[in-house]
């Protein structure tokens, strides 16, 4: 405001610099969005009109003027100056719509000449060599993948030998297919071994597949040779990690001489890995060299141990739970006479060849030098209802560490979690401290029945109503199990099962409900069978072997017997005081010698133990 002759007079100030340089800016910005707009809609009508024009040169049969233009967009990609940053989007989109237009019909061509046996007309060889580079790239592919397919057996020699007989002398071609086709002979030659492999890589016997790739690589050239080395590459590649990790697991699990095995294996494929040299350096150092046993095998059997002896011998004291059961004090006891005396745990399946469901065929003992091979039988873990309040187990259970412990409860009514309160644990943390007390990381055999509970859980509405019936008896309160609860212990069971079968553990039958099988029917032992099958198999998986309850065997010719090896059944296991075992038909037999407190005081274990070295000093009973 300024103030002429007393009058005010309103004058705008001068605008700023910035205000001007912000207004330039904008118009500049402008210019450049319209030119580029303009710019872009020139262009994209350019290349509008390409692909209208490529198409009607094929159709004209111009391939000529076909090629020239697909040569003409591809050397614009290909000879863009790196500094330029203009868009190339539709010159990709034109080449990439030309190589699909052509390759439509290449394809059409290519099932034809396999499928219908089609002879390629005139105008399709114009087309195939006209088109040069376009078409003969693709169908280079095409032939080098129906040689791949013939080693792999799903093409064969003929339709082969057809199919390059249409096109090895089209000139877009010749330089690739002419030694291709002289290959043929030989790839046939390797199409058994490169196929065995194939099959093992597929079922993940990396080892075999390893051995076949490398043969292969050996005594082929060319093209079969290529193809090997590369799949030998990719098998190197998808092994290591599974191998390795299945080389540790045997190492946690004590399984020497199967760990020094497969890394020796490792070793030499994988020769510079230093973390394979150290854990076969490991295994090595826990074997030693081995040898056929001439002899029979002995075998041990333990039902539950008592725990808590003050339960057993004083607090509730039963008769027959002096005479059935050894404490966990003598079980201890027993397994270090037996390191001493250099037995050796071995798997009684190793004995025999059970590949052939209606044929064994007998293998050789194979144990450690200066070592004598032994069973030992874990029976009936079921943990029945009877057993609560005689001081032993009332189930296995998990701990945080993932071990196989048993649960009790004290004479103060306390609820115990023990790795030491069972057999299971107590071999488990024995062999730990003596490995070679294994052959492999073998522990023992765990046998079951159903009738009640497995593991001391109901995992089957079936088990109920006895469970319920014993714990009366016992003076105990009935139980109501939900489905929920029963589907929970399930999964339960298997939890304990998988870590015992993985830490070397064998599960086996005791027959359904605990039955004296020579002196039942064939009809009772097919319901037994069919229901341990059904209610404790299905948890477990696969079993081969039946320990008869109180030794009661059924001879291999009675039909009873024929149909327990139909169910699967092929290793059994009776009862007698000695070292027994034998081969009959289609299956293996042992006697188990029985450890409890009867047997301590009645028969002579002087082969195995000293009886007075082991035996619990709270029985009321002596010696």
């Known amino acids: 405001m300024m103030e002429f002759g007393g009058n005010k007079v309103s004058v705008d100030k001068p605008r700023s610099l910035g205000m001007w340089v912000l207004i330039g800016l904008s118009i500049l910005s402008l210019i450049v969005m319209l030119s580029l707009i303009i710019y872009v809609g020139k262009d994209s009508r350019r290349l509008a009109g390409v692909m209208p024009e490529f198409e009607e040169a094929l159709e004209k049969k111009d391939y000529a003027k076909a090629l020239s233009m697909y040569r003409k967009m591809n050397d614009i990609i290909i000879n863009r100056d790196p500094g330029d940053d203009s868009d190339f989007t539709g010159e990709y989109e034109i080449l990439t719509q030309m190589e699909a237009r052509v390759n439509e019909r290449v394809t059409r061509i290519e099932e034809k000449i396999r499928n219908e046996r089609y002879i390629p007309t005139t105008d399709d060889i114009a087309f195939l060599e006209g088109l040069s580079e376009l078409t003969g790239a693709r169908m280079t592919v095409w032939l080098t993948d129906l040689c791949k397919e013939f080693l792999l057996g799903t093409i064969e020699k003929p339709t082969l030998i057809f199919i390059f007989e249409q096109l090895e002398n089209l000139t877009n071609l010749q330089a690739a297919t002419r030694p291709l086709r002289t290959e043929i002979d030989e790839i046939e030659l390797s199409r058994g071994d490169v196929q065995s492999a194939e099959t093992l890589f597929a079922n993940q016997e ?68 230093q973390i394979i040299q150290s854990n076969l350096y490991v295994a090595t150092s826990n074997t030693s060299p081995v040898t056929n046993y001439q002899g029979v095998v002995e075998v041990v059997c333990v039902k539950p141990l008592i725990v808590d002896t003050k339960v057993a011998f004083e607090t509730n004291y039963v008769a027959s739970t002096d005479s059935y059961y050894l404490t966990t004090s003598e079980f201890r006891a027993i397994l270090e006479s037996l390191y001493e005396k250099n037995y050796c745990l071995i798997d009684p399946s190793s004995m025999a060849d059970l590949e052939n469901p209606t044929f064994l065929n007998i293998r050789d003992v194979v144990i450690p030098e200066g070592k004598k091979p032994l069973v030992i039988v874990l029976e009936d873990l079921s943990y029945t209802a009877n057993l609560s309040s005689l001081g032993v187990c009332q189930r296995l259970v998990l701990n945080d560490l993932g071990q196989v ?115 039942c029917e064939l009809d009772t032992i097919q319901s037994d069978t069919e229901k341990w099958l059904s209610q404790v198999g299905s948890l477990t998986g696969p079993v081969n072997m039946l320990v008869y309850p109180n030794g009661d065997f059924i001879r291999g010719s009675d039909p009873r017997c024929v149909y327990l090896k139909e169910q699967g059944f092929r290793i059994f296991f009776g009862v007698g005081p000695s070292a027994y075992n034998t081969y009959g038909d289609n299956y293996l037999y042992f006697d188990r010698c029985m450890l409890n407190g009867d047997t301590l005081r009645n028969v002579d274990f002087s082969r195995l133990f000293d009886v007075k070295e082991v035996y619990d000093a709270n029985r009321k009973k002596s010696l």
């Open 206 to 273: 990396y080892i075999e597949a390893v051995e076949y790739y490398e043969y292969v690589q050996e005594h082929s050239t060319g093209f079969v040779q290529d193809f090997v080395k590369g799949r030998l590459e990719n098998c190197k590649q998808e092994m290591y990690r599974p191998m390795m990790e299945k080389a540790e697991h045997m190492l946690a699990n004590f399984q020497f001489y199967s760990a020094e095995e497969l890394l020796s294996d490792l070793a030499r494929i994988f020769p510079e890995d």
């Open 405 to 519: 412990c048993g649960e009790y409860v004290s004479a103060s009514g306390q609820v115990v979690v023990s790795r030491p309160s069972e057999a299971i644990g107590i071999l488990d943390a024995f062999i730990e401290e003596h490995p070679d007390f294994s052959y492999n990381g073998v522990k023992g055999v765990i046998s079951l029945t159903g009738y009640q509970s497995v593991f001391g859980y109901i995992t089957d509405r079936d088990q109920v109503d006895d469970r319920n019936a014993a714990l009366v008896a016992a003076g105990l309160p009935e139980i109501s199990p939900s489905d929920s609860d029963i589907e929970a212990n399930k999964a339960t069971v298997i939890s304990i099962m998988d870590k015992l079968k993985e830490s070397g553990w064998i599960l086996a039958s005791s027959t359904y409900g605990f039955i004296n099988a020579n002196h």
